[in-house]
């Protein structure tokens, strides 16, 4: 395990040397270089190649339409295909993520709810699925149905051992998403379908997921909160959306860890919480997986929140994480992305996380 050279100076760490400086402007990025489908998208035997990190994206994650000045927008995703066209990424494997792995989403989510939100779906323009900024537009189904494929592909080839970690780069986000009540730009949650599958269908026996988002992962909490089999543990700033937590939440079996920051809060409380709050939790709990709900926007740049992390504090605890996986998991990440709204705090952030986890 080492840390990228170039990851040890985030001022060297300048995307504007990419080939299309395209930060945070108005208009539409170009379409991203999407990677040809080839039929089934991925290896079946982990014995021909073992690939490092796996990154699977769909062009229907730039159909979920939030409409002008959401802060939540395919944008996110353009900077981030941009981003990994980088001469640093040419060892990243980039598959299309596949469609619906509907078995996967019921295990989560009850079928009422799911059919409910299919039904919703509008033949056109866009509306407010919660009263408030969690928006459905004609292409929202899909892209959601790419995310969920996404994910369990993701599971899929890396309990295999075809792959060593991967990260999925879709939208819309999971983590505020509960049993059956959207949030917080969230329908399903991504990272608990991916915990329910490893242990579904590949006989993991512990999971446990750890969320970097700057907002409590409430969605997540309420799935697991009586579940012994998964360990949640979250950093979030606190007060802020959605309100839940604190220290004080634990769950029914202790297996809940709330490490809150305050506002202001830069990479050294980052990193004390996780070093005295997480990560040994984490490793108590020895995860036959962790899941990452890897969101972006606890960046010094991002406009919804206000603590103040670099690019690198995320390569730092991408790193931790894959210590602990290579201790207990054998080496076994599934990164999903959830928030992260400043383009060039979430291209950083996502290319330190992703350059990390192409070093295992
Ligand atoms: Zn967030």
Redesign the pocket.
């Known amino acids: 395990m080492f840390l990228p050279a170039e990851l040890t100076d985030p001022l060297t760490f300048a995307w504007t040397e990419l080939p299309n400086p395209v930060i945070n402007r108005a208009v539409p990025l170009p379409a991203p270089n999407w990677p040809k489908a080839r039929g089934r998208c991925l290896s079946p035997s982990a014995s021909e190649f073992a690939l490092t990190t796996l990154f699977l994206s769909h062009p229907s994650g730039l159909e979920h339409d939030t409409g002008a000045g959401h802060p939540e927008r395919a944008d996110r995703l353009r900077i981030i295909e941009q981003m990994v066209e980088h001469e640093r990424f040419q060892n990243l494997h980039r598959a299309p993520a596949p469609g619906a792995d509907t078995a996967a989403l019921l295990r989560v989510h009850p079928e009422e709810y799911v059919r409910a939100i299919e039904a919703a779906a509008p033949k056109e323009g866009r509306i407010r699925i919660d009263g408030g900024d969690t928006v459905m537009s004609p292409g929202t189904w899909e892209a959601l149905m790419h995310t969920i494929g996404g994910a369990s592909a993701a599971v899929n080839e890396v309990m295999r051992g075809n792959a060593t970690n991967a990260f999925v780069a879709m939208r819309p986000c999971g983590h505020h998403a509960e049993r059956a009540t959207p949030m917080g730009f969230c329908f399903f949650n991504t990272a608990a379908i991916a915990a329910r599958h490893a242990q579904a269908v590949h006989g993991a026996e512990r999971v446990a997921i750890v969320d970097f ?3 409590h992962g409430n969605g997540t909490q309420d799935i697991f909160w009586d579940d012994p089999s998964v360990l949640y543990a979250s950093t979030h700033q606190m007060p802020l959306f959605p309100g839940t937590g604190a220290v004080s939440e634990v769950g029914e079996h202790n297996t809940v860890v709330n490490a809150p920051l305050s506002s202001g809060d830069g990479g050294e409380a980052f990193r004390a919480a996780m070093e005295t709050r997480v990560l040994p939790r984490v490793d108590a709990f020895a995860p036959d997986l962790i899941v990452i709900s890897a ?1 972006f ?1 606890a960046h010094r740049l991002d406009p919804l929140a206000s603590i103040n992390l670099e690019a690198v504090d995320f390569a730092w605890i991408t790193e931790k994480l894959m210590g602990l996986a290579a201790k207990h998991s054998k080496g076994r990440i599934v990164s999903v992305l ?2 992260g709204y400043d383009l060039e705090g979430l291209a950083a952030s996502s290319a330190a996380h992703l350059l990390m986890l192409m070093s295992a």
Do not use: A, F, I
């Open positions: 988002d700057v907002h969101g926007d959830e928030g």
